[in-house]
Structure formats: C-alpha cells, structure tokens
C-alpha cells in the first residue's frame, strides 16, 4: 500500500539557521513527490515538485527538496530560515493516487 | 488562490441536516477535487471529478456526494450531516491528472452541532 510518512509534528529552528523538514514514503514503482505549504487559514500552496533526475529540486521561496531513492525520502530544506516560513508543511506522494502526509508545522524564532 | 472560490467560507449545522459546499474556479482546469482537513490525518480526498458529469470516489467518500454539471463548479454535499464530518473542507484543482500540482481554495470551516 502507497504511504508517506512525516515523522515531525513541530520543527523549531532559529532565524538564519538551516531547516530540514523530514519526509519518507513507501509506493511501488516511480513516483512523483510534493512539497506543500499551508498559511493560517489559507489552502495549501504548492512548494517544488519531483519527477525524476536531478535529486536536488529548486522551489519556491528558496525551499529545496533533496530525493533519496534508497531512503526512499524526500526531506525539505533551506540553507537559511525566516521568521515568515513559519507555516504547516505537507509532503505529498502520487504513484497511482496522490496521498497526502499528516504535515509538520515548522515555527522560526527571532 | 489561484481563481478558486469556496462557498460558505463558514457554516454551523445541526446533526441530520443536508449541507451543499460550492466550489467555482475561472481556471479552466479540467480536474477539480474536494479534501477534508482533519488534525494527525493530513488531507484525505472525498470524492474528485476529471470532466463534466464525470466523478469518481475518494478515500472518505461516505457520507458525501458530489456534482458537477459545469466545468467551473463543483458541489459537495453531505445528506445527512454527522458529527464526525465537523471539518475543513478545501477545493482544489488541476490542469489533468496524474502528477499535476493542485491549487487549492481557501477552504471551509464545517462544524456540525
């Protein structure tokens, strides 16, 4: 069965230090992989997504997503937080069907 | 978001009722989907449509049906409101399936009494 897995509910960083977001997913097959991001009372926003090639995939805002197939992981990354990242944070995975992760909400201190 | 509104952004219900949420987007896209929102579960699909007249079920589709007799709009409606479907119910849409990102509407706040 197709799955992924957030294991953070909160990640807390400082300002100007790195962020990672963790993702991990179990499909059969090639898929394709999400990163959302949701402001308070607003709809998810789509972040990068991953097809194949590169493992590294630009974004928007200056997100990265690093794809490790033997891992089978897709973790979300930022050389340097903003107080204005603080957001939840979904990874999403679509092999045959697109399923959502259960989202970690990312909060950057001053 | 995107040329995507919901309608209402709010609504209070009592137990038993039928409740339509209305979707609208001026994007043209093809596929349009209906979500719930729900604390530790993510998002969960309900039900989505690939074209006019065209639905298919999602994961959580108890408890709900859907319509579209236009490509812009797109309905959700539960029969017979429950408890248990006190949620935030988001809209979203694609150009086609199968690998596209969705855009998403702003949602809406569902709480049955």
């Known amino acids: 069965a197709q799955s992924v897995a957030q294991p953070e509910d909160q990640v807390n960083v400082a300002e100007g230090n790195p962020l990672t977001v963790k993702c991990t997913y179990s499909?059969?097959?090639?898929?394709?992989l999400f990163w959302y991001v949701q402001y308070p009372n607003r709809g998810l926003q789509f972040l990068l997504k991953y097809i194949t090639g590169d493992n590294l995939v630009k974004g928007s805002y200056g997100f990265e997503a690093e794809f490790n197939k033997s891992q089978t992981s897709f973790h979300l990354k930022k050389p340097s937080a903003l107080v204005s990242d603080s957001a939840l944070y979904f990874c999403a995975v679509d092999a045959d069907k697109l399923i959502f992760g259960t989202g970690t909400r990312l909060q950057v201190f001053p | 978001d995107a040329g995507i509104t919901q309608s209402p952004r709010h609504k209070v219900t009592e137990t038993g009722t039928p409740v339509t949420l209305r979707c609208h987007q001026t994007?043209?896209?093809?596929?349009m989907y209906w979500y719930r929102q729900d604390p530790g579960h993510g998002l969960r699909l309900i039900h989505y449509?690939?074209?006019?007249?065209?639905?298919d079920k999602g994961e959580v589709s108890d408890g709900y049906s859907v319509s579209r007799s236009k490509t812009e709009d797109f309905l959700l409606t539960l029969e017979s409101a429950t408890s248990s479907q006190t949620s935030v119910y988001f809209c979203a849409i694609s150009e086609t399936g199968g690998g596209q990102k969705l855009f998403f509407g702003s949602g809406t706040q569902l709480s049955v009494l």
């Open positions: 449509s690939y074209g006019v007249k065209d639905t």
């Open positions: 499909v059969s097959g090639n898929p394709y």
């Open positions: 994007e043209n896209h093809r596929y």
